[in-house]
Antibody, heavy 122, light 106 residues
């Protein structure tokens, strides 16, 4: 059974850097064809993909946010870390991490964390 | 970047209705299209992957079709637990989510 859980601050100040950790179990990020992604959702709005990291350490970022994002494998083998710089109140959102699996036609997120709400306010 | 446009953005339907949601890509994505369901306060849940493959455990009243630029999610007989927001996702070029379709009770 795959589980994921997001952790990090619930409140950050404008201009600060947000660091979120995704701690997972039930799979290895060293297995071929596996990835972990980060997705955010502002209150009442749609899902927005942020970043992906794959088993081979390939990393992908949303073009619109690429300059502010960094995704890495954590020091612990069952963690993925996302940093987002220069936080702004419009970045207030629930942040999800999710397990990425390869299919016959592309990839999909088949397991998601519960999400963590991050509020940006002074 | 590939843009994904869902329609309608919201709809009202009754239990038992057949519901159809469409997703259009700004360029061909072959069959690289997934559908998710999200209920309030919950994480999204995968329903359909690769345009028409039903995820394990998902009821058979959900089906997906389409290829190229036009895709459809169909709920054959709407159940009370299906009132939610539905998102498409293209994975042809990294990934993009659609804007969502909220299915409300009529």
């Amino acid at each position: 059974q795959i589980t994921l859980k997001e952790s990090g601050p619930t409140l950050v100040k404008p201009t600060q850097t947000l660091t979120l950790t995704c701690t997972f179990s039930g799979f290895s990020l060293s297995t071929n064809g596996v990835g972990v992604g980060w997705i955010r959702q502002p209150p009442g709005k749609a899902l927005e993909w942020l970043a992906l990291i794959y088993w081979d350490d390939d990393k992908r970022y949303s073009p619109s946010l690429k300059s502010r994002l960094t995704i890495t494998k954590g020091t612990s083998k069952n963690q993925v870390v996302l940093t987002m710089t220069n936080m702004n109140p419009v970045d207030t959102a629930t942040f999800y991490c999710a397990h990425r699996r390869r299919s016959t036609s592309g990839w999909y997120f088949d397991s998601w964390g519960q999400g963590t709400l991050v509020t940006v306010s002074s | 970047d590939i843009q994904m446009t869902q329609s309608p953005s919201s709809l009202s339907a009754s239990v038992g209705d057949k519901v159809t949601i469409t997703c259009r890509a700004s360029q061909s994505i072959t069959s690289y299209l997934n559908w998710y369901q999200q209920k309030p306060g919950e994480a999204p849940k995968l329903l359909i992957y690769a345009a028409s493959s039903l995820q394990s455990g998902v009821p058979s009243r959900f089906s997906g079709s389409g290829s190229g630029t036009d895709f459809t999610l169909t709920i054959s007989s709407l159940q009370p637990e299906d009132f939610a927001t539905y998102y498409c996702e293209q994975t042809y070029s990294t990934l993009t989510f659609g804007g969502g379709t909220k299915v409300q009770i009529k």
